[in-house]
């Protein structure tokens, strides 16, 4: 089966590649490798997987209409998995129009490519972001979220409703994944956890925000590639989706969290441990666009595929400092980009 894959060089993109490539799926990936983190950490990314020989990998912006079309139309995709986006929350107040650029023009001509090649299966990544504002845990699909705290949780949920559109219009089998905190090896530099465990490494103190009282749904990335591979053989049906809309599209939407959140002061603990330092706390009020709490709903997900992620922060967390002492063991100023 071919399968392309946007974001290939991203966190969550690259460990579904290994894992992917590794069962024998033919994968042609994408990925514009920008600077938004480091570069070089994608690229070492890429490195673990290249000489797959199921693989085909093309540098190529998913902004770029007419070379995203020609891919779509020219190769024979049985799923489309789509990753790419322009992440961060907090980035999303600095730099909006990078936002409008990848996340919805981007998004339309990935929707675009699958409405002229037909694909079994369009996956794509949607956030817990588009919880925004909302009161009640946990975080269920069919809750409402028309109340998003950042452009980047209303471009994600601009995602669902195009999808929707092109499926309704065009009976594209989609599915949207509310991805909560994932975390983990070969995670992303801008994440809390990522720079903690920098920070704590280096003796250097770290910004508490709303003075640790939140809570997050910390999702390990196996345990997240082990949703999208399930999800992947499992279409929706036209008749699921009146569970959470009035159409008969072939739509689904899925939570893709631990459901157990954290406290932040006792993930910061946890971090303690498994780095062997303390942490010097430099405590700081609400930022723009956080949330008080992420906690997901996943007993539908579980339903249809018999898996809901289970990793525990404290396993999870030292897996994620035993790959940071590995991977920054050697030529550390070169490689990291976090310290100052």
Same mark, same amino acid.
């Given at each position: 089966?071919?399968?392309?894959?946007?974001?290939?060089?991203?966190?969550?993109?690259?460990?579904?590649?290994?894992?992917?490539?590794?069962?024998?799926?033919?994968?042609?990936?994408?990925?514009?490798?920008?600077?938004?983190?480091?570069?070089?950490?994608?690229?070492?990314?890429?490195?673990?997987?290249?000489?797959?020989?199921?693989?085909? +990998? @093309?540098? =190529? #912006?998913?902004?770029?209409? $007419?070379?995203?079309? !020609?891919?779509?139309?020219?190769?024979?995709?049985?799923?489309?998995?789509?990753?790419?986006?322009?992440?961060?929350?907090?980035?999303?107040?600095?730099?909006?129009?990078?936002?409008?650029?990848?996340?919805?023009?981007?998004?339309?001509?990935?929707?675009?490519?699958?409405?002229?090649?037909?694909?079994?299966?369009?996956?794509?990544?949607?956030?817990?972001?588009?919880?925004?504002?909302?009161?009640?845990?946990?975080?269920?699909?069919?809750?409402?979220?028309?109340?998003?705290?950042?452009?980047?949780?209303?471009?994600?949920?601009?995602?669902?409703?195009?999808?929707?559109?092109?499926?309704?219009?065009?009976?594209?089998?989609?599915?949207?994944?509310?991805?909560?905190?994932?975390?983990?090896?070969?995670?992303?530099?801008?994440?809390?956890? +990522? @720079?903690? =465990? #920098?920070?704590?490494?280096? $003796?250097?103190?770290? !910004?508490?925000?709303?003075?640790?009282?939140?809570?997050?749904?910390?999702?390990?990335?196996?345990?997240?590639?082990?949703?999208?591979?399930?999800?992947?053989?499992?279409?929706?049906?036209?008749?699921?989706?009146?569970?959470?809309?009035?159409?008969?599209?072939?739509?689904?939407?899925?939570?893709?969290?631990?459901?157990?959140?954290?406290?932040?002061?006792?993930?910061?603990?946890?971090?303690?441990?498994?780095?062997?330092?303390?942490?010097?706390?430099?405590?700081?009020?609400?930022?723009?666009?956080?949330?008080?709490?992420?906690?997901?709903?996943?007993?539908?997900?579980?339903?249809?595929?018999?898996?809901?992620?289970?990793?525990?922060?404290?396993?999870?967390?030292?897996?994620?400092?035993?790959?940071?002492?590995?991977?920054?063991?050697?030529?550390?100023?070169?490689?990291?980009?976090?310290?100052?």
């Amino acid at each position: 089966m071919n399968i392309l894959l946007t974001g290939i060089a991203g966190f969550i993109g690259h460990a579904l590649a290994q894992r992917l490539l590794s069962e024998g799926f033919d994968v042609y990936g994408i990925d514009n490798l920008n600077s938004y983190y480091d570069v070089q950490l994608k690229r070492d990314r890429l490195n673990t997987i290249l000489e797959y020989p199921n693989l085909i +990998f @093309k540098q =190529v #912006d998913i902004f770029n209409r $007419d070379e995203i079309l !020609d891919i779509l139309k020219s190769q024979s995709f049985d799923y489309v998995i789509h990753l790419a986006a322009q992440a961060g929350v907090r980035y999303s107040i600095e730099n909006p129009f990078a936002y409008a650029d990848s996340n919805l023009t981007g998004f339309l001509n990935i929707l675009e490519g699958c409405r002229h090649s037909s694909p079994k299966h369009l996956i794509f990544a949607s956030s817990s972001s588009v919880y925004g504002a909302n009161q009640k845990v946990p975080f269920s699909t069919s809750d409402f979220v028309d109340h998003p705290v950042s452009l980047y949780a209303a471009t994600k949920k601009a995602n669902e409703l195009m999808a929707h559109a092109y499926s309704h219009l065009y009976q594209i089998p989609t599915t949207g994944l509310r991805f909560f905190t994932v975390y983990g090896p070969w995670g992303r530099p801008d994440m809390a956890y +990522f @720079k903690f =465990v #920098d920070a704590i490494m280096n $003796d250097l103190p770290i !910004d508490v925000y709303n003075n640790g009282k939140m809570r997050r749904d910390f999702t390990y990335i196996d345990d997240v590639i082990e949703g999208i591979t399930r999800l992947m053989l499992h279409p929706p049906q036209a008749l699921e989706s009146l569970n959470h809309s009035a159409s008969n599209a072939l739509y689904k939407i899925y939570n893709i969290g631990n459901h157990s959140p954290v406290e932040l002061l006792y993930f910061i603990q946890v971090i303690e441990a498994s780095v062997g330092r303390k942490a010097k706390l430099n405590m700081k009020p609400m930022q723009p666009g956080d949330v008080l709490e992420t906690y997901a709903d996943v007993a539908e997900l579980n339903h249809v595929i018999g898996f809901s992620p289970n990793t525990s922060i404290e396993d999870g967390i030292a897996k994620f400092v035993a790959w940071y002492k590995s991977y920054y063991r050697k030529d550390r100023c070169s490689k990291s980009s976090l310290t100052v």
